[in-house]
Structure formats: structure tokens, C-alpha cells
């Protein structure tokens, strides 16, 4: 029996109660509302030659802000996380803490966070390929928004997708669809649950582009996709797999499988309209604005933070920090906690030492009040006094 016909009975036999029936039309999302929560389970796993990484953990995430019903400001927060790189010989891996919420935008074709992961864990960086963590920076909901259809669906249909709409959220908008790409998606089945409509769809699409930079490499993407969940609008899916090919010319090959599992999530009260720019927390101080590797070489510097207005560029190994060696983050954190003013920043750079000077807004100070009133009470009892005495002289 053919793989997806006896994927197909399967799923029939699971979910027999709409096996017939027409769907008015396949809404995999419910309308995108600021303070809409959600937690994600999610992993991701990448291979390349001999080599695999897996990625995975849970993380919130909340809209802040909608423009044109779609999320144009998220509230992202890792709430746990693992890493493991695989080799033929060997295996690694870290744990990363927990993570402090950063607020990130999304616009344009590709719908990017616009951060990477190190810059939403604040620092604690996952040791990482671009490959791994980019599929944190997707827009979670692409896959569902490029599959829903207002025509009536029926078990069994397939209906096509826009290439341009899975390509982007992927591999970013500087790239160029070519010829000969196609994508399709599939109802497999329907049940009735709870009083809502739930389905499975499948995604298949081959898509083939070439990068803005190198126009002449014709690269290849395959895409194979389940998505189980709500199809009438009332909620996100609960779950999401999908498997992703790459080939870039006769040369660079890479297949990654991310799977991501949602439940709703209560509303965060403080969710707000921040920007991305470091800001003062309550608690740590002002945020430095970098993530370095463990040998404190900087891996990412955050737009608009103190380390980029000071000069701090990717590359850089930082020595020190207001007098301060900094060998790890944590010596990085307690440094910035107890800089106040103008700080020098010592660093390697192209093997050679360099100092910059980094500003920090300046620790709280009590009130001019309180600073001169034992001046000004002296001054109001000899104030009081002068009466008396020129009463007194005149006497």
C-alpha cells in the first residue's frame, strides 16, 4: 500500500465524524488581537554532512501591537531552552537560564523578529548556528496564514499556495523566486470537537530562487508540512511539523525539521508597545546591549544599545569594563549593575587593544531637597534670630 494512501485511512479511521462534510472555509488563526498569548514548545533540528544540532525549549509569546490585522510587535520571553551539537565523535551541549521578555517587530515580505535569538535570551547565547536559531526568528504563523482559503474544502481536496509566501518567512525577502516553483496543501481530515472543527493539512511545495547577491546560483528548497488543529478560526494550531530541504547550486546541502506545539497563554498585564532598544530593568540596570561567546568575543550587538553608540562591533573580545575585568557575562552583568557616567571599555580588536567610552544614565540621587535642607533650616533659624537682635540693639 502506498505510503499516503495508508497515511490517509489512518487518519480517516482516527477521525471519522466530518469525514464527508464541507468546511466553509479553512481559517487555521484566529484574528490577530493585542494581548492574544500563546507558550511554544518548540524544537529544531538541523543536519549538515556529518554533523546535527538540536535546538529546543518552550517560549511565550505575546502580541503587543496589530497593523492591518496581522502582529506587528511581539512580546518574545524563552522560558527554557537546551542545545545539542552532534558530531561524528562527539557531543556537546548547554543549557541557557531563564530569560527576560524582549519586544520585538515584524514587517515586510519575510516577517523576521527583528532580533536574533542571542538578543532575545538577553545575552546568555545558545552555542549556535545561524541555521538553528533563524528558525526562531520566523514568523510562527506564516505557514498557517499561506494555507488558509475562503473557498469550501472538502476531505481529500488539495488547493494551491502561493510560493512567495512560504520562500520568504525562510530564507528572508532578498532572494528572487524562479520558474517551475509550486506548492500545494491538502485536507487529509475533519472531526468535529468540543464544538469546533478541527483538521489535519498537509503541505508539499518545491521551490526553487536565487539570492539578490548571487543571481547566477539557482538554489532549491523542498518543503514537507503537517499541521493539526482548529481549521474555523478559533484557535492557532496545536501543532506544526515541518520538515525543510536546501540545496544551493551543486554544492552547500542542509535539511531541517521544526516542530512547534502551542497552548494558550493568559495576558501579560505589562505587554506594551516597547522598541527594540535596550532599556533600564528595575532590577539588573541599564542593558549593555551584547552577546558574547564564552570568550567573551562579541557575537551580536544590539541596534540602538550602549555597547553600539560606544562603538562595539561584532568581533570584538572585551577585556574590560569600568576598571573591571569581564572574562565571563556574569562579570560583564555585575560590571554594567555598578557603571554609572562615563565608562572606559577596554577590548581586543584585530589583535590589537583598544579603548572606547561608553555612557551610562547615572545612578539615582536623592532630591536637591533633601541634599540642601539642613542649609536651609540653618538658614531659616538665623533668619529668625535677626529680628530679635536688631530688636535688641535698638533697645
Given at each position: 500500500?502506498?505510503?499516503?494512501?495508508?497515511?490517509?485511512?489512518?487518519?480517516?479511521?482516527?477521525?471519522?465524524?466530518?469525514?464527508?462534510?464541507?468546511?466553509?472555509?479553512?481559517?487555521?488563526?484566529?484574528?490577530?488581537?493585542?494581548?492574544?498569548?500563546?507558550?511554544?514548545?518548540?524544537?529544531?533540528?538541523?543536519?549538515?554532512?556529518?554533523?546535527?544540532?538540536?535546538?529546543?525549549?518552550?517560549?511565550?509569546?505575546?502580541?503587543?501591537?496589530?497593523?492591518?490585522?496581522?502582529?506587528?510587535?511581539e512580546k518574545l520571553t524563552?522560558?527554557?531552552?537546551?542545545?545539542?551539537?552532534?558530531?561524528?565523535?562527539?557531543?556537546?551541549?548547554?543549557?541557557?537560564?531563564?530569560?527576560?521578555?524582549?519586544?520585538?517587530?515584524?514587517?515586510?515580505?519575510?516577517?523576521?523578529?527583528?532580533?536574533?535569538?542571542?538578543?532575545?535570551?538577553?545575552?546568555?547565547?545558545?552555542?549556535?548556528?545561524?541555521?538553528?536559531?533563524?528558525?526562531?526568528?520566523?514568523?510562527?504563523?506564516?505557514?498557517?496564514?499561506?494555507?488558509?482559503?475562503?473557498?469550501?474544502?472538502?476531505?481529500?481536496?488539495?488547493?494551491?499556495?502561493?510560493?512567495?509566501?512560504?520562500?520568504?518567512?525562510?530564507?528572508?525577502?532578498?532572494?528572487?523566486?524562479?520558474?517551475?516553483?509550486?506548492?500545494?496543501?491538502?485536507?487529509?481530515?475533519?472531526?468535529?470537537?468540543?464544538?469546533?472543527?478541527?483538521?489535519?493539512?498537509?503541505?508539499?511545495?518545491?521551490?526553487?530562487?536565487?539570492?539578490?547577491?548571487?543571481?547566477?546560483?539557482?538554489?532549491?528548497?523542498?518543503?514537507?508540512?503537517?499541521?493539526?488543529?482548529?481549521?474555523?478560526?478559533?484557535?492557532?494550531?496545536?501543532?506544526?511539523?515541518?520538515?525543510?530541504?536546501?540545496?544551493?547550486?551543486?554544492?552547500?546541502?542542509?535539511?531541517?525539521?521544526?516542530?512547534?506545539?502551542?497552548?494558550?497563554?493568559?495576558?501579560?498585564?505589562?505587554?506594551?508597545?516597547?522598541?527594540?532598544?535596550?532599556?533600564?530593568?528595575?532590577?539588573?540596570?541599564?542593558?549593555?546591549?551584547?552577546?558574547?561567546?564564552?570568550?567573551?568575543?562579541?557575537?551580536?550587538?544590539v541596534e540602538g544599545s550602549?555597547?553600539?553608540?560606544?562603538?562595539?562591533?561584532?568581533?570584538?573580545?572585551?577585556?574590560?569594563?569600568?576598571?573591571?575585568?569581564?572574562?565571563?557575562?556574569?562579570?560583564?552583568?555585575?560590571?554594567?549593575?555598578?557603571?554609572?557616567?562615563?565608562?572606559?571599555?577596554?577590548?581586543?580588536?584585530?589583535?590589537?587593544?583598544?579603548?572606547?567610552?561608553?555612557?551610562?544614565?547615572?545612578?539615582?540621587?536623592?532630591?536637591?531637597?533633601?541634599?540642601?535642607?539642613?542649609?536651609?533650616?540653618?538658614?531659616?533659624?538665623?533668619?529668625?534670630?535677626?529680628?530679635?537682635?536688631?530688636?535688641?540693639?535698638?533697645?
Open positions: 500500500m502506498a505510503p499516503r494512501l495508508a497515511l490517509g485511512l489512518l487518519l480517516l479511521s482516527a477521525l471519522p465524524a466530518l469525514a464527508q462534510d464541507e468546511v466553509a472555509q479553512v481559517k487555521l488563526l484566529p484574528d490577530a488581537k493585542k494581548g492574544n498569548a500563546e507558550e511554544i514548545d518548540f524544537s529544531v533540528l538541523a543536519s549538515y554532512g556529518a554533523e546535527e544540532e538540536e535546538l529546543s525549549g518552550k517560549l511565550r509569546r505575546e502580541i503587543v501591537a496589530v497593523e492591518e490585522d496581522l502582529p506587528s510587535s524563552i522560558l527554557s531552552g537546551n542545545y545539542q551539537h552532534r558530531e561524528q565523535y562527539s557531543s556537546h551541549g548547554t543549557s541557557p537560564p531563564l530569560n527576560q521578555p524582549k519586544t520585538v517587530k515584524r514587517a515586510g515580505k519575510a516577517r523576521m523578529a527583528s532580533v536574533s535569538i542571542a538578543e532575545i535570551n538577553l545575552g546568555r547565547e545558545y552555542k549556535h548556528t545561524k541555521d538553528v536559531t533563524s528558525a526562531l526568528r520566523r514568523d510562527f504563523d506564516a505557514l498557517c496564514r499561506a494555507c488558509q482559503t475562503d473557498e469550501k474544502v472538502k476531505v481529500d481536496e488539495k488547493w494551491g499556495l502561493e510560493p512567495e509566501e512560504l520562500l520568504y518567512p525562510i530564507t528572508g525577502s532578498k532572494v528572487k523566486l524562479l520558474e517551475g516553483s509550486k506548492a500545494t496543501a491538502t485536507l487529509d481530515a475533519l472531526k468535529k470537537k468540543d464544538g469546533k472543527i478541527e483538521g489535519v493539512i498537509t503541505v508539499k511545495a518545491t521551490i526553487f530562487f536565487s539570492k539578490n547577491d548571487d543571481p547566477d546560483t539557482k538554489c532549491r528548497l523542498g518543503i514537507e508540512a503537517t499541521i493539526r488543529g482548529p481549521v474555523d478560526g478559533s484557535g492557532p494550531p496545536k501543532k506544526e511539523k515541518v520538515t525543510i530541504s536546501f540545496k544551493e547550486g551543486d554544492g552547500a546541502k542542509w535539511m531541517e525539521t521544526v516542530t512547534l506545539e502551542r497552548t494558550a497563554a493568559e495576558k501579560d498585564d505589562e505587554a506594551s508597545d516597547d522598541d527594540d532598544a535596550p532599556k533600564k530593568d528595575k532590577k539588573d540596570g541599564p542593558k549593555f546591549g551584547v552577546a558574547c561567546d564564552d570568550d567573551m568575543v562579541v557575537q551580536t550587538v550602549l555597547a553600539e553608540k560606544a562603538g562595539i562591533k561584532k568581533g570584538d573580545k572585551l577585556l574590560e569594563l569600568g576598571g573591571k575585568k569581564v572574562a565571563s557575562m556574569d562579570d560583564l552583568k555585575k560590571a554594567v549593575q555598578d557603571a554609572s557616567g562615563e565608562v572606559k571599555v577596554k577590548l581586543s580588536r584585530d589583535e590589537k587593544e583598544k579603548e572606547l567610552k561608553v555612557t551610562f544614565p547615572g545612578k539615582k540621587k536623592k532630591k536637591d531637597d533633601d541634599t540642601k535642607k539642613p542649609d536651609e533650616d540653618k538658614k531659616k533659624d538665623e533668619d529668625k534670630k535677626k529680628p530679635d537682635e536688631d530688636k535688641k540693639k535698638d533697645e
